[in-house]
């Protein structure tokens, strides 16, 4: 699903851009703070409705300026062409809109423009909260699993409202009882959608880390929210003292994850910072390699600053799986030479080099 044009304007300190980019490689480079990171930003608020650097509206848009305003047009698996343009407003007024419609959910944005994001935040995913491992997946799940996101937004709603009964104290299992029953059968669905998805992930992920490096010991688990060998329905009722006192539900789908595990310790203590970033690598390439297995479609990756953390021959590994996966790439650094190295046998491609806020496409000649 390629992008085949691309506008920005007024976001951080990019002027007015109108890009061409290349489906498959597109390499982004110049000095730090020059405006690079923010191409793959805008990227990113287009596939997602939201940026991969600040939750807030009013640090993304450009000083002086009003307002922001995105525009892409991609190229779907049977090759028709979809419009998608974002606005967002200092004070406050958005819109985002598809093929000339307002989009009705982030989720119709994601659907249309699948992306896989690489940058310094990435080792959250190793070192952060068992949320953002549990995110990680529901991408997967989301994107080849129909019923997923309905399932999802409905066992929300409900989780909400028990943990509102809990929080009024002296609530009993009586009270309790239908919502606990709807919450036990969508969090069944949830476990069972998100561990099909975990398996073909666990596969994946063994054959392409073993071209990275190999890492004696390496176990990735799937923790469902809550113990494999007891009903969700009894967890809940012999636990509710504790989340009476807590004022929130403690088991569930909501605390699902992937557990990765070295010799029996957390990753993020058993690797060194470059193990990680390997395994991170491994992980983002084994859930492209799912995603277009299932679905026959291929996802954008975003990489910000490839050579950080990575040496030259891993480097000319992870380009060879983005070759191998047919995915559109924007990738960026400050020099293009050792991006264009990394990639030898890559024909075709663009690069784009970007200085005081002002993109410049140059001549492969």
Same mark, same amino acid.
């Not at 489906?23 to 939201?50: D, F, Q």
């Not at 990680?136 to 799940?141: G, I, K, R, T």
């Given at each position: 699903?390629?992008?085949?044009?691309?506008?920005?304007?007024?976001?951080?300190?990019?002027?007015?851009?109108?890009?061409?980019?290349?489906?498959?490689?597109?390499?982004?480079?110049?000095?730090?703070? @020059?405006? !690079?990171?923010?191409?793959?930003?805008?990227?990113?608020?287009?596939?997602?409705g939201?940026?991969?650097?600040?939750?807030r509206?009013?640090?993304?848009?450009?000083?002086?300026? +009003?307002?922001?305003?995105l525009?892409?047009?991609?190229?779907?698996?049977?090759n028709?062409?979809?419009?998608?343009?974002?606005?967002?407003?200092?004070?406050? +007024?958005?819109?985002?809109?598809?093929?000339?419609?307002?989009?009705s959910?982030?989720?119709?944005?994601?659907?249309?423009?699948?992306?896989?994001?690489?940058?310094?935040?990435?080792?959250?995913?190793?070192?952060?909260?068992?949320?953002?491992?549990?995110?990680?997946? +529901?991408?997967?799940?989301?994107?080849?699993?129909?019923?997923?996101?309905?399932?999802?937004?409905?066992?929300?709603?409900?989780?909400?409202?028990?943990?509102?009964?809990?929080?009024?104290?002296?609530?009993?299992?009586?009270?309790?009882?239908?919502?606990?029953?709807?919450?036990?059968r969508?969090?069944?669905?949830?476990?069972?959608?998100?561990?099909?998805?975990?398996?073909?992930?666990?596969?994946?992920?063994?054959e392409v880390?073993?071209?990275?490096?190999?890492?004696?010991?390496?176990?990735?688990?799937f923790? #469902?929210?809550?113990?494999?060998?007891?009903e969700?329905?009894?967890?809940?009722?012999? #636990?509710?003292?504790?989340?009476?006192k807590l #004022?929130?539900?403690w088991? #569930?789908?909501?605390?699902?994850?992937?557990?990765?595990?070295?010799?029996?310790?957390?990753?993020?203590?058993?690797?060194?910072?470059?193990?990680?970033?390997?395994?991170?690598?491994?992980?983002?390439?084994?859930?492209?390699?799912?995603? !277009?297995?299932?679905?026959?479609?291929?996802?954008?990756?975003?990489? &910000? &600053?490839?050579? @950080?953390?990575?040496?030259?021959?891993n480097?000319?590994?992870?380009a060879?799986?983005?070759? !191998?996966?047919?995915?559109?790439?924007?990738?960026?650094?400050v &020099? !293009? &030479?050792?991006?264009?190295?990394?990639?030898p046998?890559? +024909?075709?491609?663009?690069?784009?080099?970007?200085?005081?806020?002002?993109?410049?496409?140059?001549?492969?000649?």
């Amino acid at each position: 699903m390629p992008i085949k044009r691309l506008k920005i304007s007024n976001l951080r300190n990019l002027d007015a851009l109108d890009l061409h980019p290349d489906p498959s490689l597109n390499i982004i480079y110049g000095v730090n703070g @020059s405006g !690079k990171t923010s191409v793959l930003e805008a990227i990113h608020l287009l596939a997602m409705g939201r940026s991969f650097r600040t939750h807030r509206v009013k640090p993304a848009i450009k000083f002086n300026a +009003d307002s922001m305003v995105l525009f892409s047009s991609i190229v779907d698996h049977d090759n028709f062409t979809h419009s998608v343009g974002i606005q967002r407003s200092t004070k406050g +007024d958005s819109f985002t809109r598809i093929d000339g419609r307002a989009a009705s959910s982030a989720a119709e944005l994601a659907s249309l423009l699948p992306v896989q994001l690489m940058d310094a935040h990435s080792f959250d995913l190793i070192e952060g909260p068992p949320k953002l491992r549990r995110s990680f997946l +529901d991408w997967l799940v989301f994107h080849v699993e129909p019923a997923f996101y309905s399932a999802w937004k409905d066992y929300s709603k409900i989780l909400k409202q028990r943990n509102s009964l809990l929080r009024r104290g002296r609530i009993g299992s009586f009270e309790l009882e239908p919502w606990d029953s709807e919450l036990c059968r969508l969090a069944e669905e949830l476990k069972t959608m998100r561990l099909n998805c975990f398996k073909l992930l666990e596969s994946s992920l063994a054959e392409v880390i073993s071209d990275f490096q190999v890492m004696d010991n390496l176990n990735i688990g799937f923790y #469902g929210g809550w113990s494999e060998d007891t009903e969700l329905a009894e967890v809940l009722k012999s #636990g509710l003292e504790r989340d009476s006192k807590l #004022g929130y539900t403690w088991y #569930g789908a909501h605390k699902a994850e992937i557990q990765i595990k070295i010799n029996g310790f957390p990753a993020d203590q058993a690797l060194s910072r470059g193990q990680q970033k390997l395994l991170i690598c491994a992980l983002k390439i084994a859930m492209g390699q799912v995603y !277009k297995g299932v679905t026959g479609k291929t996802c954008v990756y975003l990489i &910000d &600053d490839l050579p @950080s953390e990575l040496d030259k021959p891993n480097q000319k590994r992870l380009a060879s799986w983005l070759t !191998k996966l047919e995915a559109q790439v924007f990738v960026t650094s400050v &020099d !293009k &030479d050792p991006l264009i190295e990394a990639w030898p046998e890559q +024909d075709n491609y663009s690069v784009f080099h970007v200085e005081h806020g002002t993109i410049t496409s140059e001549s492969l000649e």
